[in-house]
């Protein structure tokens, strides 16, 4: 049984220090949980380890005052040491069955899939959610191939667990993934680089993937 609820992956955030400026990373997440976003993943690719941590339990401080999970990136590490909610990791890190070995019965692991193939060894090595993409050309994550609507279809048919698709979204194509099997969507500059990161979160809440309960 996953340890994730679908409900958190409709309108998963996750963080890009490219867009810290006039507000801290921390500011800039607590806008986005006013907002409403359901999920948090805290994705740093170049923080040192230690600032990398303080900072993971700071923001795993304030997601629990939200009632909304921290996932940390890639470092299994990290999640360990800051008691994040869980983990996601891609293709060529650990598998996740190794990663409940080291994090216990309770977390939640995300991982990256591509293909049909790669979906079901995850959900069989016990992965709780999968994130899949990119569906669109995005300058966050450079190296991200792309993923046909075909794929994205036979991946969500394919798995009992959540899927979260990423890559390149905005809210000028999200009603393009309607039909997908998807249980919401991952989003950076889409959220993080907006103006008012609060109110732009308000408003993806209201679109089709995000009903109000």
């Known amino acids: 049984m996953s340890n994730c609820k679908p409900e958190w992956m409709r309108l998963y955030a996750v963080t890009d220090r490219a867009w810290v400026g006039e507000q801290t990373l921390y500011e800039q997440v607590e806008c986005a949980l006013r907002g409403g976003v359901t999920c948090v993943q805290l994705r740093e690719k170049h ?70 193939e790669q979906a079901l060894l995850a959900q069989e090595m016990g992965a709780d959610y999968l994130g899949t993409g990119a569906f669109f050309v995005t300058d966050t994550k450079k190296d991200a191939l792309p993923i046909t609507h075909e794929m ?46 609060e109110q732009r979160c308000r408003q993806l ?5 995000f009903p109000e309960n």
């Open 205 to 209: 809440r209201t679109r089709w993937m």
């Open 47 to 116: 923080l040192d380890f230690d600032a990398f941590l303080a900072e993971a339990r700071e923001l795993k401080t304030l997601c629990q005052r939200y009632g909304v999970p921290l996932i940390i990136n890639d470092s299994v590490e990290i999640a360990r040491l800051s008691d994040a909610d869980g983990v996601h990791v891609g293709q060529s890190d650990m598998q996740a069955k190794d990663v409940r070995d080291l994090l216990g019965p309770d977390k939640i692991i995300g991982v990256t899939a591509k293909t049909v």
């Open 152 to 197: 994205a279809r036979a991946i969500t048919a394919a798995v009992d667990i959540p899927v979260t698709g990423i890559g390149g979204i905005t809210p000028g194509n999200l009603d393009t993934l309607e039909g997908l099997g998807l249980d919401g969507v991952a989003l950076v500059s889409a959220i993080f680089s907006a103006p008012d990161i």
